[in-house]
């Protein structure tokens, strides 16, 4: 008997060996002296450098003339406020990712609205530059000359479709070069310390730590994320989880990390091989980051200023800080990943109003020369797009672009398909019956064409895109501010449990919104227009009229938006260019909202009940809405409210505070494996048909 079992068990350890035996740790090895600069990525046996550095060491320097010394570790910059050497952009332009020649919109509509360059300044035609005319190219370095200096010949340049330069001469030579923020562009020489190589020099103007206006000092201007008096401080906050202790932040947000560290954060120490293949785990769902090489992307600066956003934007990071530290989801094994996340910021390339098209293009581009984008045509990749309209204009993407997981804010999925192909060549084309110009609601202004286009784009498909909260500034959920309304115990096993305050302020106004209206009915889709419209002088609740409701408080912005939340049973939740902040700030004051986004999929919207929370009306309906809360019976409130108390963690990200929205979040896209293993992934082109 003690023979079967042992028999038995080595059996099962044999089994579990084989089980195990897919997948083995095989960590590659650089170049010695790449650690010196750079990190060594065990994954692909290469030296991964910052921004403008390559070679087995990091040493050699990309777009040479852009950097401003010959010193090891220095990187380029590229803008247009400061005058650089002209070589800078000839050797920017003909790198083949700064305006790669594989980029293509499926349609004249989508065409327009992209630029072909990813770094502006190649975009700026009649640019100022200089060179040195008695260097050789290989010395030739944007350090800032006099612009008196005699040794300096200076031209004005086009850097698209094709390089070209002219000579400026005589007259015709600037005196002086005035910055955007109002000061004067001085030699490099002059500051202290040359910058540290990290700024440029200059007198008067400002930037975003305040203004200097002394005539004889020189200040350094320092590039996007560092600081410091000769900016020789790296600014932290800007490298994910500050490279968790294993590396040093560098410049743009790189980590240079320990030896035996690489990737974002320093979070990587092993690589692995299969002798399978590709086998996800269909029982645990995996995630596996791509860490992607700096010249693919990176986090650049906004034309050599400080690249600074507005926290609401701020997803993509806070997101990638969670799952960087999170190994309960993550895997450093591809091999046995469901999902692949790719870190992209696409905001520093788009902005907030900006087309991702391209960017994402790129980015597919280079993962379809690696081992798994193939496999599934990009179906199990997550990209992600948290600016005002998302990817609405990836309806005019090529079709392997059209599989990916998008992580978006903005749902507007209309029911009218809207675009067909013809063939590959000749694009999409609008088809189906759109809604007319014109008046198309109950008080509502009319619409034109425009706004009706825009309504029907497609910036989403619910059955494999997530949409995901934004990020709430701080001040709506640090504790002066989120203990006014909740109570947060802390439970012994970690946890907490957060309640609504039995003591909190009494909620006097049934229903507030301040916000921005523009003339354009696209604007928050004819909501905002109409509502104020509704409410000012002359409307059907005029504040002086028969119908007036004192208890309805409908503005422009106020400071004390917070407070007036905090005070309201409803809260109105509308779009704006985009997608619309005020869902989550609803949600964390303990004001119920009131969501009126026709054919928009809210945050998270398959992952919690909005019927316990929420209110949804039309925009058919919203001439009616003060009768639609006036039936709201008391009891009705108490539940909706409840509902809030239970779900408001999930609209926001600070895990330090309570947040939730990672989390769900992660919940999401787990759920949209199992989608994809199910087959419920739609086919894009007989979708088309």
Not at 159 to 180: D, F, L, M, N
Not at 437 to 465: L, S, T, W
Not at 527 to 545: I, N, S
Not at 579 to 598: F, K, N, S, Y
């Amino acid at each position: 008997m003690a023979l079967a079992v042992l028999i038995a068990a080595l059996c099962l350890a044999q089994a579990s060996d084989v089980a195990a035996s897919h997948f083995r740790e095989e960590t590659k090895s650089c170049d010695p002296e790449c650690s010196k600069i750079g990190n060594c990525n065990g994954e692909t046996g290469q030296c991964d450098c910052p921004f403008g550095l390559t070679g087995p060491t990091c040493r050699e320097q990309l777009f040479p003339a852009c950097h401003s010394s010959l010193e090891p570790g220095t990187t380029p910059n590229y803008g247009s406020w400061y005058p650089k050497n002209c070589l800078c952009f000839k050797q920017l332009r003909a790198h083949p990712y700064s305006c790669p020649a594989y980029l293509r919109a499926e349609g004249s509509y989508g065409s327009q609205m992209l630029q072909p360059c990813f770094y502006d300044a190649l975009m700026r035609g009649g640019l100022l530059c200089y060179k040195y005319a008695d260097r050789p190219e290989e010395k030739q370095l944007s350090d800032s000359p006099g612009i008196d200096d005699p040794g300096v010949e200076w031209y004005r340049i086009n850097s698209y479709p094709e390089y070209k330069e002219i000579r400026v001469e005589g007259e015709q030579v600037p005196k002086e070069v005035k910055t955007p923020d109002g000061g004067t562009w001085r030699p490099l020489r002059e500051c202290p310390g040359n910058c540290s190589h990290r700024g440029w020099c200059q007198i008067q103007g400002s930037n975003y730590q305040g203004r200097h206006d002394d005539p004889q000092e020189r200040w350094c201007s320092c590039h996007s994320f560092s600081q410091g008096v000769t900016c020789e401080i790296a600014e932290p906050y800007h490298c994910y989880n500050n490279c968790s202790g294993r590396g040093e932040c560098a410049r743009g947000g790189w980590c240079h990390c320990q030896p035996g560290y690489w990737g974002h954060g320093c979070t990587r120490s092993k690589a692995y091989v299969s002798d399978k293949g590709w086998r996800p785990n269909h029982a645990d769902i995996k995630i596996y980051v791509y860490d992607l090489p700096e010249i693919v992307v990176h986090r650049r600066e906004f034309d050599d200023q400080w690249a600074l956003i507005d926290r609401m934007y701020n997803v993509e990071i806070e997101f990638m800080e969670h799952l960087l530290a999170d190994w309960g989801v993550r895997t450093e094994n591809p091999w046995e990943a469901a999902l692949f996340v790719v870190p992209s910021f696409t905001y520093w390339y788009t902005g907030n109003i900006g087309n991702p098209y391209y960017l994402m293009q790129h980015v597919t581009h280079h993962l379809q020369q690696l081992p798994f984008f193939n496999l599934t045509g990009g179906r199990n990749h997550v990209l992600m797009a948290t600016n005002d309209r998302g990817v609405c204009k990836l309806g005019q993407a090529q079709l392997e672009l059209q599989h990916s997981i998008k992580l978006v804010h903005f749902g507007q999925a209309p029911r009218r398909p809207y675009a067909r192909h013809k063939n590959p060549e000749a694009g999409h084309h609008l088809t189906g019956n759109l809604p007319q110009p014109g008046h198309r609601f109950e008080g509502f202004p009319d619409f034109n064409g425009g706004d009706v286009m825009e309504e029907a784009e497609i910036c989403y498909r619910p059955e494999k895109d997530v949409v995901t909260p934004n990020y709430l500034h701080t001040a709506w959920v640090q504790p002066d501010t989120y203990s006014r309304v909740w109570k947060v115990e802390e439970l012994p096993d970690g946890n907490r449990k957060v309640t609504r305050r039995t003591d909190a302020e009494p909620r006097e106004t049934t229903l507030f919104f301040a916000g921005y209206v523009k003339p354009d009915m696209v604007y928050s889709q004819g909501v905002r227009q109409t509502l104020h419209r509704m409410f000012k002088k002359g409307g059907k609740h005029d504040p002086e009229g028969p119908n007036k409701r004192p208890d309805y408080k409908v503005s422009e912005p106020v400071y004390n938006a917070v407070d007036q939340m905090i005070h309201s049973k409803f809260c109105l939740a509308p779009m704006g260019a985009g997608w619309g902040i005020r869902l989550a700030e609803a949600m964390v004051t303990g004001c119920v909202p009131v969501i009126v986004q026709d054919h928009v999929y809210q945050a998270l919207w398959d992952v919690l009940p909005y019927e316990e929370f929420s209110i949804r009306i039309s925009r058919a309906e919203l001439h009616d809405l003060v009768n639609i809360l006036d039936d709201v019976t008391p009891e009705q409130l108490k539940k909706l409210q409840a509902g809030v108390d239970k779900w408001h963690r999930a609209f926001y990200w600070d895990k330090e505070w309570g947040g939730l929205a990672y989390n769900y979040t992660i919940t999401a896209l787990k759920r949209r494996a199992l989608r994809m293993w199910s087959q419920d992934f739609r086919h894009h082109h007989l979708h088309l048909r």
